[in-house]
């Protein structure tokens, strides 16, 4: 903490609006201030000082204050210069006091105290004199930074050839930026014609609302805003047919939003700048995995000892390996899984082991994560439902991670805990009557008392005078109940000797039989004693009867005797009524456990119960009531936003799933470490987006296919490649991190997975001899039943139709960077394709590579079968497909003309996304003169290779003889 003295007011402007928030915000967290004048009143009653921490940059670029209270953090932004000075703050927002914020301010604060803290409603009531003393209060905080740093033991000192990887890096992060915003400012806007509010509540502020457009829709995740209005920028969540659903970053007025005009995409800086933190933590050393810069630059990992794990089903060999391998990592290591060898079930059994841990291993906290929400959703679905698993995402998580959402588990909790306070609340609402019954009970137990003591001193009374006037009958009487007295003293005597003789006497040799024998001594003596005893309470009767008789009218005894009867009457009334406040007592407090009543034995027990009784309704109803009052607090605080729960979510979570990125920019993770991240798809993630979360556990797992798509197709990188010189900056950018891995990481670190269960066989052995170095064995077996083709694996060539038909046509608009294309005699055979397999209730997808083909044949197959949703879910390119599945897959390759140009077919791993995505079969469309005669050779070699392949163990077919059957 460092103090900081203001010799002057710092003013805060806050307008109606800021009020208005404030008062709704406190209708979710009753423990805010009710109004900017209680926050005010705080601000000035603390003589030590007010806790400030500077924050995020806005837009302008200007730091915030994060202004903290005791239940309460305000984010204040400087207003603009006027004659050079910041005259006061914009109160931006006020939010509830999270863990978060303790643990912001664990780290240090400036106790910052000035004159006074003035409130005033617009930037024109600030003085020309007033100063907020911004720039004073950011030196004061790099001065408090540079002092704590200069304290923290310093880190290593980085190698030279670390430092300069992470310097091309950070390039490598400027030049994906500058790409990316060149991109997207070249795009096309995206007309709209109508908007909604998400829930119809018009007039009034929200955060999402639906666009109907008139043409292309922006995908899901876009960022966009709202053409000439940069303050309405949002993110697209949902979008159908011809809408889109954005939620805006901040609340935006229904007035405000121009009922007819255009959204246009805009960049995020969140990704570029929270890989940029990811280097700075690596350059200060304060990655959780210390060897992530050794593995990425030196290939040097730690020796890997496969952990003696078993899964809870079965894997097989690659798969158990690979599992085992996972558990055992010290820093990291990749598991390599082509198309259908299960890389799903793996990582779900990864995970839960972690989770779990066995004796040794202690249960580890584990973040599963990819560039994808599908990817992550994909994974959660397979996790064992004992596992606490909490996805972390926005409105793109798919249907399947839905149930794990943190909003939805709080939701969830609320309601259960909301539940569980109810019935509590439920059983403590007669405590009012409770006070009143336990006054009752005191008093009535304090007469009850009263009334025996006053029936003892009578008895005595009684007893005393009929012994007076009794004479030799009193003394016989005395001396019988002395003597009767006697003999029960000895048979209690008996009856313990008896009890130890029978205990001893149950085991066996001498011993046993010895106390066996004596156990029948003690019960004679019991069974004479007995006899006696019975004759003696016939005389005691006799005499009793014979004393009654001598003092029956004896006016002293009379006297007494009518004492007693009046008292004992008393004792019992009273009684009686005592009993009843005791049971009217626990009645109302009987789900407590107060002590247990019996009615019955004599008068003092009976007191004796009640008092303890009337006790501990004095020491309990108190505690009750602050029970009661404790649980309607909670309530009332539990009844508001749910987000209040999410910190106790995440803290007892087993599994955290979020997307490479929200790991980072969600807040509810910023603090979190993790001991194992998996992260699945890392074939099409780059180094900078996959440093996000390995900078985050202390070991980590890539799980990916390297001979996938990359993050950026090679095509892709010629078009925008000439704006970066640098090779190694190049390399970085078009390949994925666990490609650069694999072939330089020690052979332990690197687990391939062998045996798909998806494809064919005749199709998973071209890709096995293509794409994996016959190395991808086939573990299923799948009978063929189609009608129009006589394999699984089919090719309809299209080079005998005649040059007008089968030719391409340029679409005109640029696609990925070059000339989009679009084949009418192929789009027309794969409609009919699709239609007859949709007939028959097969699954089926068809791929293309370019969007105007997509285009194409998804306006003709709703035309033709309808289904709007289906078919544009089913068509598309081979990007939208990659990780999915599908019985029938019908690829058409769109390029034909007499040249051999090919585009960016020549990115060879697209046709291994493509024909991987087919379970039971796979239909190829194209014009085989073009494809092997490409101008690129690799390609031309592939599609020599697949035409020799398919006509000897698959079925070529000519258009014309499929087009007639269909």
Known sequence: MRAVRLSGSVHLVASAETEARLARKNADHPSLPRSLAQ?????????????????????????????????????????????????????????????????????????????????????????????????????????????????????????????????????????????????????????????????????????????????????????????????????????????????????????????????????????????????????????????????????????????????????????????????????????????????????????????????????????????????????????????????????????????????????????????????????????????????????????????????????????????????????????????????VRRLAHLDQATQRAFSRAKGSGLLARFWQWRRGRPLVRAQRLCAEQEQAAVAVATATRRLDEITRDVPAVRAAWDELTSATARAGKARTEAFGAAYSARTVVGSHRPPALHDGGTDEEAHAQLTGLSAWLVEWIPVLHRRAQLLSEWQREVSGATSQLYPELIRYADVIAATAIGTASRPELSDVDFDLVIVEEAGQIGTADVLVPLVRARKAVLVGDHQQLPPYLDSEVEVWGKDVGDPTMRLLLSHSALELLVGRLPGANVAPLTEQRRMPKVIAEFISQTYYDKGLGTAVERDHDDRLFASPFAFVDTARLADGRRRERSAGARDRGQRGYYNKAEADLLVKLAAHYDRLGREWAVIVPYRAQVKEITTALVRRIGQDDKVRLDVGSVDSFQGGERDVILYGFTRSNPDGYVGFLSELRRANVAFTRAKRQLVLVGDLNTLTTARDQPFRELACALRDYVARHGDVRQYEEIDAKL
């Open 39 to 487: 926050i005010h009143a705080q601000l000035n009653s603390r003589p030590d000082g007010t806790p400030v921490v500077p924050d995020q940059t806005g837009q302008r670029g200007d730091r915030s204050l994060l202004v903290h209270g005791s239940t309460w953090v305000m984010r204040l932004y400087p207003t603009d210069p006027f004659k050079g000075t910041r005259r006061g703050y914009v109160i931006a927002a006020i939010e509830p006091l999270r863990l978060r914020d303790h643990g912001r301010l664990a780290k240090g604060y400036l106790s910052v105290r000035p004159r006074s803290w003035e409130l005033v409603s617009t930037i024109r009531e600030l003085g020309d004199h007033a100063d907020a003393r911004y720039e004073r209060l950011l030196d004061e905080w790099a001065a408090y930074t540079a002092q704590q740093a200069a304290a923290q033991p310093q880190p290593a000192r980085l190698p030279p050839h670390h430092a300069a990887f992470l310097d091309t890096l950070e390039q490598v992060i400027e030049a994906n930026e500058r790409i990316t915003t060149a991109q997207i400012r070249a795009a096309h806007p995206f007309p709209y014609r109508e908007v909604k509010p998400v829930g119809e509540r018009r007039h009034s502020t929200h955060s999402a609302y639906e666009f109907v457009l008139t043409g292309p829709v922006p995908e899901e995740d876009a960022f966009v805003q709202v053409r000439g209005e940069p303050e309405q920028r949002g993110q697209v969540t949902r979008k159908h047919n011809r809408s889109a659903t954005v939620r805006f970053d901040t609340p935006v007025d229904w007035e405000r939003i121009p009922k007819v005009g255009e959204l246009e995409l805009t960049p995020s800086t969140v990704v570029f700048r929270k890989q940029r933190e990811a280097v700075t933590m690596l350059r200060d050393g304060e990655s959780r995995n210390p060897a992530v810069l050794d593995v990425l630059v030196d290939h040097r990992t730690h020796r890997l000892a496969p952990a003696p794990d078993d899964p809870e089903i079965r894997l097989d060999n690659s798969q158990l390996h690979a599992f085992r391998s996972a558990l055992g990592v010290p820093d990291l290591m990749a598991i390599l899984g082509p198309p259908g060898t299960g890389k799903t079930r793996v990582i779900s059994q990864i995970a839960n082991a972690a989770a779990v841990g066995r004796p040794g291993r202690a249960p580890q906290r584990v973040l599963v994560t990819s560039h994808t929400n599908r990817a992550v959703d994909n994974v959660l679905q397979r996790l064992p439902a004992e596992l606490v698993v909490v996805r972390v995402g926005g409105g793109s998580v798919t249907d399947e991670g839905r149930p794990y959402l943190l909003e939805t588990q709080a939701r969830e909790l609320r309601n259960r805990i909301l539940g569980t306070v109810a019935a509590a609340l439920d059983g403590l609402r007669h405590l009012e009557v409770a006070d009143r019954w336990a006054i009752e009970l005191g008093d009535r137990t304090a007469t009850f008392g009263a009334a025996v003591a006053e029936s003892a001193r009578t008895r005595e009374q009684f007893d005393s005078a009929r012994r007076a006037a009794g004479g030799s009958a009193a003394t016989e009487l005395d001396r019988l109940a002395a003597a009767q007295g006697k003999r």
